[in-house]
């Protein structure tokens, strides 16, 4: 069915109507083409003033119907470079939405799952220059997995021998403002 639903999206709807468009198109015009080879090979009793009008209406839509049909073949083209172009913005934007949705998904992994023992040695290797050097460790209430990640580096610390004090930074000192970590005096 040229006009239904039937099975059929929107697009491939409008690609089989102006298919059929225009064949039709085409055959209103081979119609009008040969009313015109009548005239000319069967005039008949017909004055030249009613050959002349039929001829010049007859022209007059036979031009319109190749224009319309040369409008129907930009149509058709341009529909298909309107689609091309959406197809292509489409992928564009899914490959932005992946993008973020990866960056999303490496935001929420947990900073304890990045604590693999590779890493922790690797701190420890990097913290034992500073062995003995006395610190504090400050962090907020609000946010727990940050508190969580801080006391999981508590094996790290230990294993450099480096002595810290964890909590709370407003309870630790009042010279920690704006930072969350301090040596201590005479330690540097």
């Given at each position: 069915m040229?006009?239904?639903?039937?099975?059929?999206?929107?697009?491939?709807?409008?690609?089989?109507?102006?298919?059929?468009?225009?064949?039709?198109?085409l055959?209103?015009?081979a119609g009008?083409?040969?009313?015109?080879?009548?005239?000319?090979?069967?005039?008949?009793?017909?004055?030249?003033?009613?050959?002349?009008?039929?001829?010049?209406?007859?022209?007059?839509?036979?031009?319109?119907?190749a224009?319309?049909?040369?409008?129907?073949?930009?149509?058709?083209?341009?529909?298909?470079?309107?689609?091309?172009?959406?197809?292509?913005?489409?992928?564009?934007?899914l490959?932005?939405?992946?993008?973020?949705?990866?960056?999303?998904?490496?935001?929420?992994?947990?900073?304890?799952?990045?604590?693999?023992?590779?890493?922790?040695?690797?701190?420890?290797?990097?913290?034992?220059?500073?062995?003995?050097?006395?610190?504090d460790?400050?962090?907020?209430?609000?946010?727990?997995?940050?508190?969580?990640?801080?006391?999981?580096?508590?094996?790290?610390?230990?294993?450099?021998?480096?002595?810290?004090?964890?909590?709370?930074?407003?309870?630790?000192?009042?010279?920690?403002?704006?930072?969350?970590?301090?040596?201590?005096?005479?330690?540097?």
């Amino acid at each position: 069915m040229i006009f239904g639903k039937k099975g059929k999206n929107a697009q491939k709807r409008v690609d089989q109507a102006e298919y059929w468009s225009g064949r039709a198109t085409l055959l209103i015009l081979a119609g009008i083409l040969s009313q015109i080879a009548g005239l000319f090979l069967f005039p008949g009793n017909k004055s030249i003033t009613e050959i002349a009008l039929s001829l010049a209406a007859n022209i007059a839509i036979g031009v319109g119907l190749a224009v319309e049909f040369l409008c129907i073949l930009a149509s058709v083209r341009a529909n298909a470079d309107v689609k091309q172009e959406s197809d292509k913005k489409l992928a564009e934007a899914l490959d932005r939405a992946t993008e973020a949705h990866r960056a999303y998904i490496k935001l929420r992994t947990s900073r304890q799952s990045i604590l693999t023992t590779e890493v922790m040695a690797s701190m420890v290797e990097q913290l034992r220059p500073f062995s003995g050097t006395k610190f504090d460790v400050g962090h907020d209430d609000l946010d727990r997995e940050v508190w969580d990640f801080l006391w999981s580096l508590e094996p790290t610390l230990s294993k450099a021998r480096c002595p810290y004090r964890l909590g709370r930074g407003a309870d630790i000192q009042k010279g920690l403002v704006g930072r969350n970590t301090r040596v201590w005096p005479g330690q540097r």
